[in-house]
């Protein structure tokens, strides 16, 4: 039997998701509760998945059957497509199995061309709505099928508005819209080269196609990187008969959601526009009325919206993101799905659909996306330096958080400001999905127009990123590259602060202070979720205030304690060049008692932060060369203060060179070749424990990690120091005090011959940063110049220095815990390396039975929930 | 019960080599068969690896027994050890399981002491002999057991013959023998700090801890590292009644073999001397007598002796290499192993024994030592005028062979020089991809850095050429053409002369012999070899001349063709810069059309000399950089000759440069960024295929290699392009044509994921210098710095880079053999690193399955011989 790639609404349901895609299957699903939705079909994501495999084609047999349903329509709806009295209209959107905002295009008012056009006119006596419709179908479908620029036709509009002396598009007249409608053509047929096309049937296929073809643009490649979405899973495309929000002040078009996505209060939380198409709400040209007024305007619509909005969120057990369009009065759903919200919200919308009795702690853990509380641990403004900031606008708090930074206005400068450093605040007229990196690097965003609802707002909501949106006020010049609010004058580079939580802006840099995301959802929701986890959340961690920081957001012990960021300071990186210039092993013993005392000062202050928590310290990993200077001002200067000529400190630098340092003299590789760094270390790691276990609050058990293994017998060798070294200093103080020493996995041959390391290893750390570079065979410095082409040509679909690589260092971690374990059945097993505190590389981590995630401080609240949901998916059996 | 540490010799057998070592063992059956053997008995190797485990001690229950064995030896003599009238005594001599020559030291006379040495003289009537005895056991009892100078006891005996007027040994009287016992036990007292050891008991026990400790000793670690002995083997100790060759012209010792061991003949070869101990005959201070002289001196003695020889020999069916003792004209055999011998006597005495009926063909192939064959194939030193030369230096030997020429410093020169018809030695502080001509024309080459696997090392092996590198005592001054080494300077056209199996340096013209691999002896050996290998054996061949000398030595194909070295010379190097500064891709088109015709021209001869044998040829691997200069006056005038500005081509070096050049920008991830350069070698290697095909003579099948391939999806990437490019032209070209595209495994990634990547490979060739490198997690350019301590601590006993890791790097390629042929049965598969060609690394590809492994040319025949070996020991299941 021939597959079947497109479904009526009606032969679908909510469960229809990866064929249907999200907008799909819940049109379906609203479709089956009888809702008033305008009928369609959807064209299945294996339609997209096959014009790819078909080279960018539609097929003879789907396109039969996309024929064949939009047959049905006609009858359905008792139009024809293309009629010149009564035409069909529709429209075309994409809707991908997960959401994708912004990402994928719409067609409005399909099937006008210049004859229907006129019987529309007749049919909806309503010439102005006729022409507005055909003039915004021919202005989106130039957009969005034939690639050609938004912005010439702004310029059109504008300059018809100009000449008749309006600022409204409101304000433009049934002439004026046809006199666009010619305009529009004209410049299609310029830039084209033929007549904007006339017949409906092939309007939809080129739309089909160029919905299919969006999920392979650039935009959309990013968006899925960084969101995880596969590339073959494709876009469906939904068909759908048009009704209209802008036949009269009797129509209009609206969002809303059931509970406030920015709070989670739960009210009705949306706006609208009177005679407006959908996309007038989203691109924010009008500001639209809240959802409340709606009530006013017009009282028995609004009661049917709620009571459907309040039937979505039951049936969906999950708050709602609405689309409707008011026809004449008659309420139309045109979408539903399961609405973005804060992290604030998203913890306050699942702690309360608890205490309603509608979903369980189990499914609440799961209804917040890990991610997600980054905002929450964002900083805030210091409360203090906040009463001296005068606030100079304000706009929408459209995404939570407080930002300060230096203004740039396009995505590109925020991009290269911040490569070089900068702390940047983008300022926009309104943000375009080609604008994402710039939003992803930016510390917050302002844009002058656009509501709650606009892409600013949604994108940076789910990045985590304070937004101000829609404020109105601001004049933007990007060719001088400054704004004007408030009477003054604001140029690139000048310093401003946003508040995402008031909407407030400031025109200077106002101070923050670190987040304390420990509210009662946040708190009720971690509690649960630290409940149903099966893993231990430790933190990397070198300073006691990174420790105490992460130890406030709930991190367990440390798992990866650097030593080296100890010897960059003052007197310490002098005393540690003395050691490396040494000539001798005693020269270098003399160097290395004077880091003795430092080292050891810092572990009790980590001890002490940490509360009697394991910690895991690292021994030396860096080639000794980085404690070097390179420019040669440093390295006269530094011949002087360490008292050796400038040519020897030349030498000993030539000495150190390595052509390719990331695998070169570092790691426990120094300790074999200079045990006595390792004998300081430990020294360092046992009095600092023997100090803090002697003013009796804590019971210190050290755990010394030795890095960068490949052999069991060079961890032997260094054990064995560590043993021997801090045996004698325990026996010595008389003063009963376990500790571990443990490895690093982080080189494949580590992994490869884990039964062999774990003999002589009492835990490992997975070093997922060393282990991915040496399992690709690239280096992390260097692959930026070629992993551009790499995602471009879709080898690889996601950055593996942030989202574990499950099929090749993913396969070695596999390996090496069940290596590990056969030689030591209790051996503690966790990772350290930047995918500590990644949910899907968390979840990873719990299905191959880790015992712990490490990561740093501002992660571990998302690891614990990482943990908490993938133990929910797939409890281990203990 | 108790393990067994002591065994008497009529205890044990040949087949217990392992816990008696080999001499131990062929002691105990030689006494077993009968033979005059002084008895005695051997402490095992175990009781070795006990003395380690126990913190170098030997234990109380291993001293007990050794003490009831050395009672069961007094009873057996009949004489009491330290007996004031008559005392036994004993030679303590250590005997691994195989034989480490020179490695480990030897005690005789032991059980003398100030007493003894006069009931000694007593009762042999020779006080002389008992005195000489005497100071000998003192001499090498504080040599080897307490580790005093030799040099000083053997400056006392010249004093004693100063003061006398004599010059040998033999001139001094028992008086003077007994005046040096005192003189070197007032020097032990003097160094020592105490009497020299008067209890025999203590001496033995002190003797047998100083085998044991030799095992540890730094030679014996260099040995075992270059030899592949593992650590943990341990050494026995053979303790032996002591007979005596030096009591008179009546006695004597001597060492023979059944046969010539240095061309093969079949007549004992061997030599004695009258009145002396056995080191004297090793030591060659008196010139000993060949053993045909013994048939007249004491014609019964040499009677015994062939005939115990020829026993010997029919017994282990090999040539024997034995040690024996006269005592009073009675003869003692005191050992008997398989003599070592040269490659041409090695196979000889294989083929011999075969044809006399006393070894199997396959036998006789287990008989030779694959890397002796190395002498065979190049250059040697003439004997005679090896004698008289002087070393002046050394350094790693790291292509055998032997070179005589005159000195000259850059690749250039060389040129000239040889152009000119002279014989050159290419000295450099190390070498680079520049001076492929220069060494390509040189008869050796001498670097100061860079170890077994740098540039130098690998290209020069390539080549067959002698190369000693890592001689870092030279001196180079390029400007004055000259350098220093060993406080004399070599001037530019100054003879010097290298020995890349020793890495020894002559300071003068030492005559060489060619390489005569020709002979009948090494053709019958190899032609069984090719019957009975299950592998393929290929070459790395980059030239029609290594092409045609491989297939000289049996190549049956080419495993690896790099193709970028064939970028680096004249106008070539010139189009290739001009394609990597080019601006975009036209311009890069341009340059890649420039160099299409020089890689055809190449590819074609390459094929013609392979004789229609498969060629394997892997598309451009090194990171661009490396083609570009890096001196500021060659940049300039490279800027010239491209005709852009110093600027830009600065920028273009600045933009090229890696941090981790290793993991960087190279293999196929070039041909992702830069398809072009794909299709331009496709285009290469199938217009070549084509031209040689037409000829009529050979039908060629390319098979087109990627390599650094980590993703199927990147591998199928630049696959498509071969494809549609090589498609395309043998269709034009109307004719028939077969190619295959496969991929190198040197990833470790690829190897985890061989499953996915044998979607889209036919081939497979492991490369294991990558693979290792990146599987340890170090670079080859850096690890020579760290590697030494590790050697020295013993956590690597071998090298990595010259035998294949098989724990580690192994497991890699086991697993990617089984997931690669799970997807793809008939997958080829192959080894084309250093690795090919290295026998213990044979052997293993043979036992994961491999196809063919592929070797410079030079060690194609030891690939052959070791694969034959491996198959022999181990025969595939086909």
Known sequence: MAKKYVYKFSEGNKDMRELLGGKGANLAEMTLAGMPVPQGFTITTEACTQYYTDGRQINADIQAEIAQYMTWLEGENGKKFGDPSDPLLVSVRSGARASMPGMMDTILNLGLNDVAVEGFALKTENPRFAYDSYRRFIQMFS??????????????????????????????????????????????????????????????????????RSWDNPRANVYRRMNEIPYDWGTAVNVQSMVFGNTGNNSGTGVAFTRNPATGEKALFGEYLINAQGEDVVAGVRTPSPISKLKDEMPEVFEEFSKIANNLENHYRDMQDMEFT?????????????????????????????????????????????KQLDALLHPQ??????????????????????????????????????????????????????????????????????????????????????????????????EKKQFELDGKTYREGDWISLDGSTGNIYGEAVGTVPANPSSGYFGRLMGWADQYRQMEIYTNADTPKDAAQARKFGAEGIGLCRTEHMFFEGARIKAMREMIVAENESERRKALEKLLPYQQGDFEGIYEAMEGCPVIIRFLD???????????SDIQEIAGELGITVEKLKNVI????????????????LAVSYPEIAEMQTTAVINAAIAVTKKGVYKISPNIMIPLVGEVKELKYVRDVVVATADKIIKDAGIDMKYEVGTMIEIPRAALTADEVAKEAEFFSFGTNDLTQMTFGFSRDDAGKFLSAYYEKKIYESDPFAHLDQNGVGKLVKMAVELGRKTRPDIHLGICGEHGGDPTSVEFCHGVGLDYVSCSPFRVPIARLAAAQAAIKAPRVK
């Open 654 to 669: 030539a000495s150190l060179h390595e052509f390719n340092p990331m695998m070169g003299h570092r790691g426990c590789r």
């Open 381 to 478: 403004f210091d409360a203090e330096a906040l009463k001296k900031a005068a606030v100079i606008g304000k706009g929408l708090a459209a995404s939570p958080g407080a930002a300060c930074g230096r203004v740039v206005f396009t995505a590109e400068e925020a991009k290269e400001w911040s490569d070089r450093g900068e702390k940047v605040i983008l300022v926009r007229l309104e943000t375009s999905p080609e604008d994402i990196e710039g939003m992803q690097v930016a510390k917050g965003i302002l844009t002058v127009r656009g509501g709650m609802t606009s892409h600013a707002a949604v994108v940076a909501r789910g990045m985590g990123t304070c937004c101000v949106s829609g404020c109105g006020e601001i004049v933007v010049n990007y």
């Open 326 to 370: 008011i026809q004449d009065r008659k309420l139309y759903m045109l979408q539903t799905r399961n609405g973005k919200r804060t992290a604030a919200a998203a913890l306050k919308v699942a702690v309360d659909l608890v205490d309603e009795g509608m979903i369980s702690e189990k499914e609440a853990v799961l209804r917040v996306e890990p």
């Open 143 to 212: 957009d969005v099928v034939m690639e050609l620029s938004k912005k010439r036709f702004e310029e059109i509009i504008d300059e018809v508005k100009a000449k008749k002396g309006v600022k409204q598009d409101i304000d433009l007249d049934a002439d004026d819209m046809k006199q666009l409608s010619v305009m529009f053509k004209a410049f299609y047929k310029k830039e084209k080269g033929e007549d904007f096309p006339q017949d409906p049937k092939v309007q939809l296929m080129e739309a089909v196609k160029a919905v299919f």
């Open 622 to 632: 860096p080639p000794l060369h980085e404690f070097l200077p390179t420019k040669e």
